[in-house]
T-cell receptor, first 113, second 116 residues
Framework: NAGVTQTPKFQVLKTGQSMTLQCAQD?????MYWYRQDPGMGLRLIYY???????DKGEVPNGYNVSRLNKREFSLRLESAAPSQTSVYFC????????????FGPGTRLTVT | AQSVTQLDSQVPVFEEAPVELRCNYS??????LFWYVQYPNQGLQLLLK????STLVESINGFEAEFNKSQTSFHLRKPSVHISDTAEYFC??????????????WGLGTSLAVNP
């Protein structure tokens, strides 16, 4: 069991470039999440998918789009990167309900210059 | 609206000393409560959780947390810390409401630094 995997681990972009962060889980979880983590600001939810075929905005969705490709995969796209999007991005998944723990990937460290 | 407050952003402590990381929450509905730990350069992992039953919950590595409903708190404690406990600790709540849709409400984290 790989758990939650994320690619790439590191990325440097120039302002205006686009990229897609990939996330996959092999635990047959229904719910998946994208967070960003910035110093002093904790974890902030960007988008989430409660089940296959659905996606919803979190706290900070501006500048991002997501795709729940299938039950396993949930990608995050930056269409036109900005320096404010420099952050560490975490993907997570959970089985289904409010009582279920979230399992996190190792993170992607993104720098936008 | 729900919120989580971790009262200390940084906690320095010497090895083998006791530690308490404080977490208070605000919610108009019942909640499930979680503590997650993030070791340097890693993702978060669950440390312990309270769903129901005994208000004292324990982790496998010696941490415990007590749910206090009247004070809306879920403080994390360990009687004797090790260097390896150095990490960021996050408190989170999951509201039991129809509109929750399985989202967690997160605190900002407490950085625990264990010094020799």
């Amino acid at each position: 069991n790989a758990g939650v995997t994320q690619t790439p681990k590191f990325q440097v972009l120039k302002t205006g470039q686009s990229m897609t962060l990939q996330c996959a889980q092999d635990m047959n979880h229904n719910s998946m999440y994208w967070y960003r983590q910035d110093p002093g600001m904790g974890l902030r939810l960007i988008y989430y998918s409660a089940s296959e075929g659905t996606t919803d905005k979190g706290e900070v969705p501006n500048g991002y789009n997501v795709s729940r490709l299938n039950k396993r995969e949930f990608s995050l796209r930056l269409e036109s990167a900005a320096p404010s999007q420099t952050s560490v991005y975490f993907c997570a998944s959970s089985l289904q309900g409010a009582r279920d723990e979230q399992y996190f990937g190792p993170g992607t460290r993104l720098t936008v210059t | 609206a729900q919120s989580v407050t971790q009262l200390d952003s940084q906690v320095p402590v010497f090895e083998e000393a006791p530690v308490e990381l404080r977490c208070n929450y605000s919610s108009s509905v019942s909640v499930y409560l979680f503590w997650y730990v993030q070791y340097p350069n890693q993702g978060l992992q669950l440390l312990l959780k309270y769903l129901s039953g005994s208000t004292l919950v324990e982790s496998i590595n010696g941490f415990e947390a007590e749910f206090n409903k009247s004070q809306t708190s879920f403080h994390l404690r360990k009687p004797s810390v090790h260097i390896s406990d150095t990490a960021e600790y996050f408190c989170a709540v999951s509201p039991l409401s129809a509109g929750n849709n399985r989202k967690l409400i997160w605190g900002l984290g407490t950085s625990l630094a264990v010094n020799p």
